[in-house]
Structure formats: structure tokens, C-alpha cells
């Protein structure tokens, strides 16, 4: 069984910084595919970012510039670093990690940014 738990989320103030980790435990294979998404209240959830084990990345283009996804393999654990942040950032952000057809999710941990 795979557990993820994220942490690093809370209340700031537009233009600072956090930084959100998640630690995977459990059967994690790799070559696998770790990620965040993020939902805010009344939309679907969205990637924010996603950092394969070889290291690629991929961002949407709202968070360009601004967010960086890494990795630490030996740790099995996956980081997102956020600067600049917006009020329109604010959402609940998930961690999630992907190998061939298995989909693992975390609880979710807040952000909130506020203007």
C-alpha cells in the first residue's frame, strides 16, 4: 500500500513563498512520475506540476516562472517550491504519484494567498 502526505501549506500573503512537500511510503517503484494538482472551491482539480524519476518536468502555464517541482529519489519524496504567489493560487493542492496503470493520491494541504 502507497501513502502520501503532504505538508507545507498555509496562509500567506501575495507575492511571499511556500513550500510544499510530500513523502511517499510504501511500494514506490520507480520509474514513476510524481505531481501536484491543486483544487480551488467550485473548480476541477488542475496539474499544477509533475517531475518524472529521470528528472523532467512539466508545469502549467499559470505557474510558469514562478513554481519549481523536484525530487529526491532516496527520500521518495517530491517538492514543490512556489514563489510570487497570487490570491488565484489559493486552492486545496494534492500530491499524487504514477507508475504504468496505479494512480496514488494524498489528502490535500491548503494554501490560502491573500491580496
Known amino acids: 500500500q502507497v501513502q502520501l502526505v503532504e505538508s507545507g501549506g498555509g496562509l500567506v500573503q501575495a507575492g511571499g513563498s511556500l513550500r510544499l512537500s510530500c513523502a511517499a511510503s510504501?511500494?514506490?517503484?520507480?520509474?514513476?512520475?510524481m505531481g501536484w494538482y491543486r483544487q480551488a472551491p467550485g473548480n476541477q482539480r488542475e496539474l499544477v506540476a509533475t517531475i518524472t524519476s529521470g528528472g523532467t518536468t512539466n508545469y502549467a502555464d499559470s505557474v510558469k516562472g514562478r513554481f519549481t517541482i523536484s525530487r529526491d529519489n532516496a527520500k521518495n519524496t517530491v517538492y514543490l517550491q512556489m514563489n510570487s504567489l497570487k490570491p488565484e493560487d489559493t486552492a486545496v493542492y494534492y500530491c499524487?504519484?504514477?507508475?504504468?496503470?496505479?494512480?496514488?493520491w494524498g489528502q490535500g494541504t491548503q494554501v490560502t494567498v491573500s491580496s
Open positions: 510504501g511500494s514506490i517503484f520507480r520509474p514513476n512520475t
Open positions: 499524487n504519484v504514477v507508475r504504468l496503470t496505479r494512480t496514488y
